[in-house]
T-cell receptor, first 115, second 113 residues
Framework: SAVISQKPSRDICQRGTSLTIQCQVD?????MFWYRQQPGQSLTLIAT?????????ESGFVIDKFPISRPNLTFSTLTVSNMSPEDSSIYLC????????????FGPGTRLTVT | DQQVKQNSPSLSVQEGRISILNCDYT??????FLWYKKYPAEGPTFLIS?????DKNEDGRFTVFLNKSAKHLSLHIVPSQPGDSAVYFC????????????FGAGTRLFVKA
C-alpha cells in the first residue's frame, strides 16, 4: 500500500490569505485526488490531479480558488486561496489503491481553521 | 443532494456485541460500495467492499450486506472490540468508471469495554 504524508498537519490562518498544502506519496502514482471534509460533513472531492495535465475540478470548485500542482508522480500541492471562515475544513489527499479496485489510500489530512 | 446517507451520527456498543452500521444511497448507478474507517488525526483507511452483483462480503469480523432493492447496505462487526472505536464512512462508486467516489457523512462508533 502507498504511504502518504501531508504538510502542514494543521494551521490557523487569517481570512484573505492563502495556504498551500503539500502531499507526498512514497511511490509513483498516476492519479492523486484532493478532498475536503467540512465539519460534520462527508468527504467531498475537489479535484483529480494527473501528472502532466491540468487538474480536473468537480462541480462547485474552481482553479482560481483551489489551484493544484502535480509536478511529478509522487507529489502534489493544493492551495486554498483568499480564505474565508467557510474554508475551515480538513483537506485530504489520496491516491488509487490496488489495481482493479476502487479503493483509495488517504493521507492524514490537514486541518485548516480560518479566523 | 446527499446521494449516500449515514443517518446515525454515532453508535455505542458493548465490547463483544455486534455493531451494525447502516448506509442508504439514492443513485441506482452505483455499482461498488466501500467502507472506510478513520481514527482521529489519521486519514480514512479501506476496510471492506462489495460489488453490486453480490449481497454479502465477509472479511474476518467484518461483513457487509447489500440490499439493492432497498438501496441499503450495512456493516456488521462481530465481536466488537474497543479498538474498533472510530468513524466509519460508507462510500459508493458509479459504474461510469473512474474514481468519482461519493462518501457518506460517517458514523462514530464507540465500543465500551
Amino acid at each position: 500500500s502507498a504511504v502518504i504524508s501531508q504538510k502542514p498537519s494543521r494551521d490557523i490562518c487569517q481570512r484573505g490569505t492563502s495556504l498551500t498544502i503539500q502531499c507526498q506519496v512514497d511511490s509513483q502514482v498516476t492519479m492523486m485526488f484532493w478532498y475536503r471534509q467540512q465539519p460534520g460533513q462527508s468527504l467531498t472531492l475537489i479535484a483529480t490531479a494527473n501528472q502532466g495535465s491540468e487538474a480536473t475540478y468537480e462541480s462547485g470548485f474552481v482553479i482560481d480558488k483551489f489551484p493544484i500542482s502535480r509536478p511529478n508522480l509522487t507529489f502534489s500541492t493544493l492551495t486554498v486561496s483568499n480564505m474565508s471562515p467557510e474554508d475551515s475544513s480538513i483537506y485530504l489527499c489520496s491516491t488509487t489503491g490496488p489495481e482493479r479496485s476502487y479503493e483509495q489510500y488517504f493521507g492524514p489530512g490537514t486541518r485548516l481553521t480560518v479566523t | 443532494d446527499q446521494q449516500v446517507k449515514q443517518n446515525s451520527p454515532s453508535l455505542s456498543v458493548q465490547e463483544g456485541r455486534i455493531s451494525i452500521l447502516n448506509c442508504d444511497y439514492t443513485n441506482s448507478m452505483f455499482d461498488y460500495f466501500l467502507w472506510y474507517k478513520k481514527y482521529p488525526a489519521e486519514g480514512p483507511t479501506f476496510l471492506i467492499s462489495i460489488s453490486s452483483i453480490k449481497d454479502k462480503n465477509e472479511d474476518g469480523r467484518f461483513t457487509v450486506f447489500l440490499n439493492k432493492s432497498a438501496k441499503h447496505l450495512s456493516l456488521h462487526i462481530v465481536p466488537s472490540q474497543p479498538g474498533d472505536s472510530a468513524v466509519y464512512f460508507c462510500a459508493a462508486t458509479p459504474n461510469t468508471g473512474g474514481f468519482k467516489t461519493i462518501f457518506g457523512a460517517g458514523t462514530r462508533l464507540f465500543v465500551k469495554a
